[in-house]
């Protein structure tokens, strides 16, 4: 089988091939290449080597029991995307969510787009040789997931945000958590910058390396910060505003060249934005009093034999967080959407029926008729979730519009004519997640 | 209504090939004849509508109608972030739509993933080979009577070239 490369290529052109697994393809995708010495002259992207059939998965499983492949989409920032498809869901509900989640929300996403920009960047700088850049922001990141693990349970495939809310509230510390991640990353930030702003390796590999104009950009659908380090302001926070981001004061950095530098300093700098909007999150977010323990469970269950106990239940540490005193403020009241809380469930017969056909085959959660499209604003772009409602208890088909995709489709046009050693660069600075990309 | 402007617009401008239009959870939407896709995306494309970007274009298999494929295009516009959602209905067998590739640059990918899961072909398309999946895939996985857990044969080996 020959590819369109081969098949085209002049016969005394040198044909090298980068990836399936390479060291500076993060993320298994290949690159062919066409050279001429070290000159690209053409190449051909080959993509699906992560390709795992989420949307014919998604089609098959339940509408609760799909979002843990949510997290496998950009695993770098999975609560974001767990939000986008949440949202998706609750657009054809109709749901109301309330305002404690809403700002949890807000407060998570900003924290995992962090850690994704982080991500991003620390590859890039060392895929350029500054290896203690990299350590750094991995160092960042760590603090940041501390506190998402802290409330979540887990750093990478939290399944946190769920249809109605969120799953628990946040953690009693989460306040201390949170100012510790802010501060070293801004330390990080700063130090970051002093290492690279001005170094001439980095700007020798970076700067005029891969310039996007912004019809191009706009042409090939790119969207985040890939989109406006060619100097367009969109950013769906800010174009259509979703949860509380019409009442955090953040700016949009913008570019001016669209190079590879440009996409390495617009997500240095809307990481101090992001890093304003968890500031600002924490503020509403601030709660004194704790949920007092209460009984063990199977103490609960067996005074239930008798009479309804007295007192609330206490439930199981992976369930800290979704007492039912805080229920009301973490999900949404629909009964038909969310489960209910883990007391009931214990202690009274329609609690147990509730829950019991909330994870029924064909009960459960049943979005009526329709069709959504709901965007947010991702790691790396508007991360889109088109679903489409036939009313039973499974998406009849769900399309995710990942934001790299477009992205890496330029990857072509934007090395033609440069070097080999360009190509990791601009790679880097694409930030492609083979989880998301291929699906 | 502001996002009902556009589709009276196009109604006005293709009474003939605009089908339906409607307003759904918010979003526009608009069901059009497929042979006049190219003209009512380089319609929306120009001023004033100014829908410079194709968001995602990605396809729906209803196997029990028989227009069994239905495409589905988002556009959208960086001025006022107006989203519009654009149908086209295609017949079963042979099912073909042209290709925006002139239009738009990631339409390329677009349509090539479209190809590869739904086997709709875009005349017009400068490439149009599987996207995800590789070459000597039988099938498309993607539309509905293609089982979850199909297993495909393995590929004999390839001859060194």
Same mark, same amino acid.
């Given at each position: 089988?020959?590819?369109?490369?081969?098949?085209?290529?002049?016969?005394?052109?040198?044909?090298?091939?980068?990836?399936?697994?390479?060291? &500076?393809?993060?993320?298994?995708?290949? *690159?062919?290449?066409?050279?001429? =010495?070290? !000159?690209?002259?053409? @190449?051909? %992207?080959? /993509?699906?080597?992560?390709?795992?059939?989420?949307?014919?998965?998604?089609?098959?499983?339940?509408?609760?029991?799909?979002?843990?492949?949510?997290?496998?989409?950009?695993?770098?920032?999975?609560?974001?995307?767990?939000?986008?498809?949440?949202?998706?869901?609750?657009?054809?509900?109709?749901?109301?969510?309330?305002?404690?989640?809403?700002?949890?929300?807000?407060?998570?996403?900003?924290?995992?787009?962090?850690?994704?920009?982080?991500?991003?960047?620390?590859?890039?700088?060392?895929?350029?040789?500054?290896?203690?850049?990299?350590?750094?922001?991995?160092? &960042?990141?760590?603090?940041?997931?501390? *506190?998402?693990?802290?409330?979540? =349970?887990? !750093?990478?495939?939290? @399944?946190? %945000?769920? /249809?109605?809310?969120?799953?628990?509230?946040?953690?009693?510390?989460?306040?201390?958590?949170?100012?510790?991640?802010?501060?070293?990353?801004?330390?990080?930030?700063?130090?970051?910058?002093?290492?690279?702003?001005?170094?001439?390796?980095?700007?020798?590999?970076?700067?005029?390396?891969?310039?996007?104009?912004?019809?191009?950009?706009?042409?090939?659908?790119?969207?985040?910060?890939?989109?406006?380090?060619?100097?367009?302001?969109?950013?769906?926070?800010?174009?259509?505003?979703?949860?509380?981001?019409?009442?955090?004061?953040?700016?949009?950095?913008?570019?001016?060249?669209?190079?590879?530098?440009?996409?390495?300093?617009?997500?240095?700098?809307?990481?101090?934005?992001?890093?304003?909007?968890?500031?600002?999150?924490?503020?509403?977010?601030?709660?004194?009093?704790?949920?007092?323990?209460?009984?063990?469970?199977?103490?609960?269950?067996?005074?239930?034999?008798?009479?309804?106990?007295?007192?609330?239940?206490?439930?199981?540490?992976?369930?800290?967080?979704?007492?039912?005193?805080?229920?009301?403020?973490?999900?949404?009241?629909?009964?038909?959407?969310?489960?209910?809380?883990?007391?009931?469930?214990?202690?009274?017969?329609?609690?147990?029926?509730?829950?019991?056909?909330?994870?029924?085959?064909?009960?459960?959660?049943?979005?009526?008729?329709?069709?959504?499209?709901?965007?947010?604003?991702?790691?790396?772009?508007?991360?889109?979730?088109?679903?489409?409602?036939?009313?039973?208890?499974?998406?009849?088909?769900?399309?995710?519009?990942?934001?790299?995709?477009?992205?890496?489709?330029?990857?072509?046009?934007?090395?033609?004519?440069?070097?080999?050693?360009?190509?990791?660069?601009?790679?880097?600075?694409?930030?492609?997640?083979?989880?998301?990309?291929?699906? | 209504?502001?996002?009902?402007?556009?589709?009276?617009?196009?109604?006005?401008?293709?009474?003939?090939?605009?089908?339906?239009?409607?307003?759904?959870?918010?979003?526009?939407?608009?069901?059009?004849?497929?042979?006049?896709?190219?003209?009512?995306?380089?319609?929306?494309?120009?001023?004033?509508?100014?829908?410079?970007?194709?968001?995602?274009?990605?396809?729906?298999?209803?196997?029990?109608?028989?227009?069994?494929?239905?495409?589905?295009?988002?556009?959208?516009?960086?001025?006022?972030?107006?989203?519009?959602?654009?149908?086209?209905?295609?017949?079963?067998?042979?099912?073909?739509?042209?290709?925006?590739?002139?239009?738009?640059?990631?339409?390329?990918?677009?349509?090539?993933?479209?190809?590869?899961?739904?086997?709709?072909?875009?005349?017009?398309?400068?490439?149009?080979?599987?996207?995800?999946?590789?070459?000597?895939?039988?099938?498309?996985?993607?539309?509905?009577?293609?089982?979850?857990?199909?297993?495909?044969?393995?590929?004999?080996?390839?001859?060194?070239?």
């Amino acid at each position: 089988m020959t590819t369109r490369l081969q098949s085209r290529a002049r016969p005394e052109s040198l044909l090298l091939n980068m990836g399936p697994s390479h060291p &500076a393809m993060h993320g298994t995708i290949r *690159v062919m290449l066409e050279l001429d =010495g070290e !000159r690209i002259l053409n @190449s051909e %992207v080959e /993509v699906g080597y992560l390709h795992r059939g989420f949307e014919k998965t998604c089609e098959h499983r339940t509408w609760f029991n799909l979002l843990i492949y949510t997290d496998r989409l950009n695993y770098v920032s999975p609560l974001i995307n767990n939000l986008g498809y949440v949202m998706a869901v609750e657009k054809l509900l109709g749901l109301e969510i309330p305002e404690r989640a809403q700002w949890i929300r807000v407060l998570m996403s900003e924290l995992s787009r962090v850690s994704d920009h982080l991500t991003c960047l620390a590859a890039m700088a060392m895929e350029c040789g500054a290896f203690t850049a990299f350590l750094y922001k991995m160092k &960042a990141r760590e603090f940041l997931w501390d *506190v998402i693990e802290q409330t979540t =349970g887990a !750093r990478m495939t939290t @399944s946190y %945000v769920r /249809v109605g809310g969120v799953r628990a509230d946040l953690h009693p510390d989460f306040e201390a958590a949170v100012r510790r991640g802010v501060d070293e990353t801004r330390r990080v930030l700063k130090d970051v910058r002093g290492l690279l702003d001005k170094n001439t390796i980095f700007l020798g590999r970076t700067r005029d390396i891969a310039v996007m104009t912004p019809e191009n950009a706009v042409s090939y659908g790119w969207t985040g910060p890939c989109l406006r380090s060619t100097g367009v302001a969109y950013d769906v926070r800010r174009a259509q505003p979703y949860l509380t981001y019409d009442r955090v004061a953040f700016d949009i950095p913008v570019g001016e060249r669209g190079d590879n530098f440009d996409r390495y300093l617009v997500r240095m700098r809307e990481m101090e934005q992001s890093l304003r909007i968890i500031e600002q999150c924490l503020k509403p977010l601030v709660r004194t009093s704790r949920a007092p323990a209460g009984l063990e469970p199977a103490e609960a269950i067996r005074a239930a034999r008798d009479r309804k106990p007295e007192g609330p239940v206490r439930l199981s540490p992976n369930l800290e967080g979704s007492e039912k005193d805080v229920y009301p403020e973490i999900m949404a009241s629909a009964k038909e959407a969310v489960i209910p809380p883990k007391e009931d469930a214990y202690t009274t017969i329609e609690g147990l029926i509730a829950h019991f056909k909330h994870f029924m085959k064909g009960h459960g959660l049943r979005p009526p008729k329709g069709e959504a499209y709901c965007a947010v604003e991702g790691g790396n772009g508007e991360l889109g979730f088109y679903i489409v409602s036939d009313g039973s208890d499974r998406p009849y088909r769900l399309h995710l519009r990942a934001p790299c995709f477009h992205i890496v489709a330029a990857l072509e046009e934007l090395i033609r004519g440069r070097y080999v050693a360009d190509v990791i660069p601009t790679f880097g600075s694409m930030n492609m997640i083979g989880g998301e990309l291929d699906r | 209504m502001e996002k009902e402007i556009v589709l009276t617009a196009l109604r006005e401008a293709f009474p003939a090939d605009v089908l339906e239009t409607s307003v759904s959870l918010g979003d526009p939407v608009a069901v059009i004849r497929p042979a006049a896709l190219a003209e009512v995306m380089t319609f929306l494309k120009k001023e004033p509508w100014n829908f410079t970007m194709l968001l995602d274009a990605t396809c729906l298999d209803f196997p029990e109608r028989p227009e069994r494929f239905e495409m589905v295009y988002h556009v959208f516009a960086l001025d006022g972030a107006r989203r519009l959602r654009v149908k086209a209905s295609l017949p079963g067998e042979g099912a073909a739509i042209a290709s925006l590739t002139g239009l738009w640059k990631n339409a390329d990918w677009l349509e090539r993933e479209i190809f590869d899961m739904f086997g709709v072909g875009f005349p017009g398309h400068p490439d149009l080979q599987r996207l995800f999946m590789y070459d000597g895939f039988e099938g498309h996985p993607l539309r509905k009577d293609y089982p979850l857990r199909k297993r495909q044969p393995r590929l004999p080996m390839r001859p060194e070239s």
